[in-house]
């Protein structure tokens, strides 16, 4: 269920180092230029808005390499700033000139102009060179003997002797471009992730917030549960108790004087006591399913799909039995964006992928309907988002108008060192 990155192609690897050519250098030594005009200039209080100005646009640059590494090349290189805000230039300038990233931008443009520029020279290069030797020799043939002849100690090149050498040239340029044209791209990417990306503090950081948010969320998810067995037990199971009790009563007391009307109230009684049984039922299956602890995750999304009014074609591949907590989840979320499907989508037919690889419960539940579905706050894929974020997991929607719609979910589990499954 991994998703493949983009990458390269070979015969593309000279058109875009072309392309870098040509913004590299240019590009950055002008926004590095005016970068220390504007430190120059800020005692003056001039280069205040100079330095705002460039710092942007130093950002909207890195923001499109970031943007082309990833698309084009493979290599994702996520955002790194911090958030600006609001005020004027002072306001802002003091928050880019706090954010680390800021400086690791310029550290970048210095590395785009030099070593980034080398680079993308050697691959063009390469490839230029190939054209080059194979014409080589009948240019030797409408020049000057002296043009193109290489002397190299122990033989000589020219266009009367060992003028097929350039051919061999031809073929060693031809396989160190068909080597390292995209290798030199792609490399480049790399090394510019470490400077572009987030550094591992900054990492961290966000990895802390995303967990006090997430926990923060699952507290709030708890209570809204609670609220909402609670309401659901005094709406239903417990007033049908009280009246069931109050039949009794009744019936105690028309048990002598009118027989008749006792059978009918316990008649009531029997069928309130089945009425509350079946809520009782309904509540515990909407707490923990018992066909999931029965059956884990793969026999209870089996009965999800049998119970769905759409045709849907389940494929379960779990190695192992997950943790309690990952396999409710997991099964609430796939229950969830199957209901929607079966309400909204005017869909036919759907289908669940689920796999567990490398300490990931990858999950896809798909349907060939009329599409337009998105994650808006409060609805139900939001509420699968909420869920899945105390596992650390995401979810992807990917539903053009005119469908099919694709929910991909994931969050992370080990066996190992989870919380114990039931048995």
């Not at 970068?35 to 710092?55: D, E």
Request: glycine share 10%; net charge positive; with cysteine.
């Amino acid at each position: 269920m991994a998703e493949r990155a983009p990458r390269v192609s070979r015969l593309a690897a000279p058109g875009w180092s072309f392309v870098f050519i040509l913004f590299s250098l240019p590009v950055s030594v002008p926004l590095l230029v005016g970068t220390v005009l504007g430190t120059v200039l800020s005692p003056l209080w001039l280069g205040l808005p100079v330095l705002v100005l460039f710092a942007a646009l130093v950002r909207g640059y890195t923001d499109t390499y970031r943007r082309w590494a990833g698309r084009v090349l493979g290599v994702a290189i996520p955002r790194p700033y911090r958030p600006i805000p609001r005020g004027g230039p002072f306001t802002k300038l003091k928050a880019l000139g706090t954010d680390p990233a800021t400086y690791r931008d310029h550290a970048w443009l210095w590395l785009n102009a030099t070593l980034g520029f080398a680079m993308s020279v050697i691959s063009l290069a390469l490839f230029l060179g190939i054209g080059f030797y194979l014409i080589e020799p009948y240019l030797m043939q409408i020049t000057p003997p002296d043009v193109f002849s290489y002397d190299f100690g122990l033989f000589r090149v020219n266009a009367h002797e060992n003028w097929w050498v350039s051919w061999v040239f031809a073929v060693l340029a031809f396989v160190l471009w068909w080597i390292l044209g995209p290798v030199l791209l792609r490399g480049y990417a790399r090394l510019a992730r470490w400077l572009l990306g987030p550094s591992a503090r900054a990492q961290l950081s966000q990895r802390v917030a995303d967990l006090a948010s997430s926990r923060a969320e699952t507290v709030d998810i708890q209570a809204a549960e609670l609220r909402r067995i609670e309401r659901d037990l005094h709406d239903g199971a417990q007033a049908r108790l009280v009246s069931l009790g109050m039949s009794l009563g009744m019936a105690e007391d028309l048990l002598t004087r009118n027989p008749g009307m006792a059978q009918e109230l316990l008649a009531e009684a029997r069928q309130s006591t089945s009425l509350a049984l079946s809520e009782l039922r309904g509540l515990v299956r909407g707490i923990h399913p018992p066909v999931l602890a029965d059956r884990g995750l793969d026999g209870a999304v089996q009965a999800l799909a049998l119970a769905n009014p759409l045709s849907v074609d389940v494929d379960i591949d779990l190695p192992v039995r997950l943790p309690a907590p990952v396999e409710s989840a997991a099964y609430f979320a796939i229950a969830e964006v199957l209901t929607n499907a079966a309400k909204h989508s005017g869909a036919g037919n759907a289908w669940v992928r689920v796999r567990y690889e490398d300490g990931q419960l990858g999950m896809m539940v798909g349907d060939n309907g009329r599409g337009g579905a998105t994650a808006a706050p409060g609805g139900g894929l939001h509420g699968i988002e909420r869920r899945l974020s105390a596992f650390d997991g995401t979810v992807t929607v990917a539903s053009p108008v005119g469908g099919p719609t694709v929910v991909t979910m994931r969050l992370r589990c080990d066996p190992a060192t989870d919380a114990a499954r039931p048995s």
